[in-house]
């Protein structure tokens, strides 16, 4: 079913075996793909399920679709993986949610670290976070997730501390740690991971982390760690540690 269009809906517009799409995705079944009645497409629901559908009547304001069959199917990393992004330049963080959806990630935090030069009002704040929400749908369309990554509210790094304790482990990607002889290495934390468990990742801003901000994160429980031998830019590293998780869980031990 990879070449079928696949659309998330509310739950509010499931009724049973009938669908009923508005908004955009109407909008993009319309005038977009320009689908006609009896066309197939694949309709994701909240709970994870996907399921083939047949366009019934359609029109640029409403599209209805009756459900033909439930999918059996999973996309989704076998480890719940949120990456804590500090607040970058320019459109970085677009970059980092697009690719990193398709990667697989279960969560996104952007915050402000100390080294951010950007810092958001409450109106840029509500029209990044609309534009972000937006980033990762259509991601999660295009590489057939089964699940939107959901995008936490902009936060600072003492709240982001107190968020972590819902994790059962938490990293952050610390430059330092690719210069010295004695490192934390990331790929033996990998290997030691757990289906089902929940990780935070922290990846700091262009700056990187003061050096108040490590001591923070250290005494929090946070572990350091290197990726690679190389400094990576900060919109390189989040989609180094998916990568790296993905080929882990679902490449190497699938064999």
């Known amino acids: 079913m990879r070449g079928l269009q696949r659309y998330f809906i509310p739950q509010e517009k499931w009724n049973d075996n009938q669908i009923l799409i508005k908004g955009d995705d109407a909008h993009h079944i319309a005038r977009v793909m320009r689908f006609q009645p009896e066309?197939?497409?694949i309709c994701n629901h909240p709970d994870g399920r996907a399921a083939i559908c047949t366009?019934?009547?359609?029109?640029?304001?409403?599209?209805?679709?009756?459900?033909?069959e439930w999918l059996e199917e999973e996309a989704e990393l076998p480890i719940h993986i949120t990456i804590a992004q500090g607040l970058p330049k320019g459109d970085k963080l677009d970059l980092v949610l697009q690719k990193g959806t398709e990667l697989g990630a279960h969560a996104f935090?952007?915050?402000?670290?100390?080294?951010?030069v950007v810092v958001w009002d409450r109106k840029k704040?509500?029209?990044?976070?609309?534009?972000?929400?937006?980033?990762?749908?259509?991601?999660?369309?295009?590489?057939?997730r089964n699940k939107i990554p959901l995008i936490k509210e902009t936060m600072s790094v003492a709240a982001l501390i107190h968020e972590s304790t819902a994790y059962d482990i938490k990293l952050f990607a610390y430059e330092e740690e690719a210069k010295v002889s004695h490192f934390q290495s990331f790929g033996t934390i990998v290997n030691n991971l757990e289906e089902g468990q929940h990780v935070l990742i922290c990846i700091g801003?262009?700056?990187?982390?003061?050096?108040?901000?490590?001591?923070?994160?250290?005494?929090?429980?946070?572990?350091?760690?290197?990726?690679g031998p190389r400094i990576l830019r900060t919109?390189?590293?989040?989609?180094?540690t998916l990568a790296s998780i993905s080929y882990h869980f679902e490449e190497l031990r699938c064999k």
């Open 39 to 41: 066309d197939k497409i």
């Open 235 to 240: 919109e390189t590293a989040a989609l180094y």
């Open 205 to 227: 801003p262009e700056g990187g982390f003061s050096e108040k901000e490590v001591q923070q994160l250290k005494e929090n429980d946070f572990l350091s760690v290197r990726l």
């Open 125 to 144: 704040k509500d029209k990044k976070m609309k534009r972000f929400r937006k980033i990762v749908k259509e991601a999660s369309e295009q590489s057939h």
């Open 55 to 68: 366009i019934m009547s359609i029109d640029q304001h409403v599209v209805h679709v009756a459900k033909e």
């Open 109 to 116: 935090i952007p915050f402000q670290a100390e080294r951010s």
